[in-house]
């Protein structure tokens, strides 16, 4: 069988877009990643203890229902050559289709929940997607974490159409989606995470050191609503699509900032972090638990207490077990989830949950500052292909 991975040969930035096949099987790698295959013995024995450990862990959520009985696993994997992480070859009876699942927390599922919640949500935009334009020229991203903007803001500089990432993203999380829902025991739901109020706090440090007006705030606010909205459409149509049996429902906790957020800038003012934080933890018992305990320093905290809140919430309750299915990028969330889930299991609280990421299948020939990079505009030759790998 061969596992295509679609390569972009020309990450430069010309206009000129050349997407190629690169064939797994025949041992083709790809920057940041070894392709290898699963050692076993004649016998078809894993020989690697921890490569064993991982897929025996899957085998048992098999044989509980609690993941698609329908994926079987495949001869290859892939290993991240920056932190060692594995992504393990499950291929679809469904589709032939192969799919790089890495698995975390297989411990935490509960034997037989009566309710599974899928957690799940792509991000906007891409690094490039969104950027402001400083008065001396320069661009700075509003969308990469840690990036700071630290000169005065002439403009807005957002790329309407939608990115190779988003789009990417939709197809192989929704399609991870419909596996899940079509091959466990019990009935699922999907609580969908498309990011908005985050993306607002993300031109809050600018706009409180006075280098951001209020009307280029406002107008950011104005297309991040825009882009969250789409996105949200659309992934709820591919959940419906992949998944048609699977109630959907919104879920993030953080979604009443916005409005916080726009009116005080409207207004002139700072938003505060701190009014915000008490705002939060005003949820539930579990969103002051998070408060407290992370004490969130930054903007950027405060979101991903909010990610981590949502991966939580959805596996707490009777009967209930949560499965994150999420881009690889993110895993860091599920670290502190774990670290987390044992503090309320402390007190007596059990947080089941999981979590899931299948791997990108779109690489770059060279490393750039995008996950994917597009050169010039998307059409259906180019995007075709990047959807097939998925069905």
């Known amino acids: 069988m061969s596992r295509e ?44 203890k921890g490569i064993r450990k991982e897929v ?13 009985r329908q994926l079987q696993r495949g001869g290859i994997l892939l290993k991240d050559q920056k932190n060692g992480g594995r992504f393990v070859e499950y291929v679809s009876d469904t589709s032939g289709n192969p799919f790089f699942l890495k698995v975390r927390g297989a411990e935490r599922m509960l034997t037989n929940p009566r309710e599974l919640r899928i957690v799940s949500g792509p991000c906007l935009f891409s690094v490039s997607g ?16 840690g990036v700071a903007i630290d000169k005065e803001v002439a403009g807005l500089q957002i790329q309407e159409e939608i990115s190779l990432y988003e789009i990417e993203s939709l197809e192989r999380l929704t399609r ?7 091959g466990v025991d019990m009935p699922c739901a999907v609580a969908v995470n498309v990011p908005r109020s985050e993306y607002y706090l993300y031109a809050l440090d600018a ?44 879920s993030n906790i953080n979604e009443p900032l916005a409005d916080f957020v726009r ?46 809140y949502e991966e939580m919430i959805n596996g707490i309750g009777v009967g209930r077990a949560a499965v994150a299915i999420e881009n690889p990028s993110e895993e860091m969330i599920y670290v ?56």
């Not at 025996?56 to 698609?68: H, I, R």
């Not at 991870?176 to 079509?182: A, D, H, L, R, S």
């Not at 998070?290 to 405060?302: E, G, K, R, S």
């Not at 889930?341 to 999981?354: I, P, R, S």
């Open 130 to 145: 969104a950027e402001v334009i400083n008065t001396d020229g320069s661009t700075t991203t509003l969308t990469m974490p």
């Open 336 to 391: 502190q989830v774990e670290r987390m889930a044992k503090l309320f299991a402390a007190d007596q609280t059990e947080v089941n949950t999981m979590a899931v990421y299948p791997h990108q299948q779109v690489v770059t020939e060279e490393p750039i500052k995008n996950l994917y990079f597009l050169p010039g505009a998307a059409s259906l030759s180019t995007i075709r292909p990047v959807l097939r790998q998925y069905r």
């Open 5 to 48: 991975f679609i390569s972009i040969a020309d990450p430069s930035g010309s206009t000129a877009i050349n997407l190629e096949q690169r064939d797994l099987d025949q041992g083709d790698l790809f920057p940041g990643m070894d392709c290898v295959p699963i050692p076993v013995d004649a016998a078809g024995f894993i020989t690697n």
């Open 263 to 308: 009116a005080q800038v409207i207004r002139g003012l700072r938003p505060s972090l701190a009014e915000m934080l008490e705002r939060t933890a005003a949820t539930d018992y579990v969103a002051s638990a998070l408060v407290q305990v992370l004490q969130p320093q930054t903007y950027n905290q405060l979101n991903y207490l909010g990610y981590i």
């Open 56 to 68: 025996q862990k899957v085998a048992g959520l098999q044989e509980n229902g609690t993941f698609p």
């Open 207 to 250: 706009f409180n050191q006075g280098l951001m007006g209020k009307d280029i705030a406002t107008e950011y606010f104005d297309k991040v609503d825009a882009r969250s909205n789409r996105i949200r459409n659309l992934f709820v149509s591919r959940i419906q699509s992949n998944a048609p049996t699977a109630d959907i429902f919104m």
């Open 176 to 182: 991870t989606i419909g596996e899940y829902t079509q």
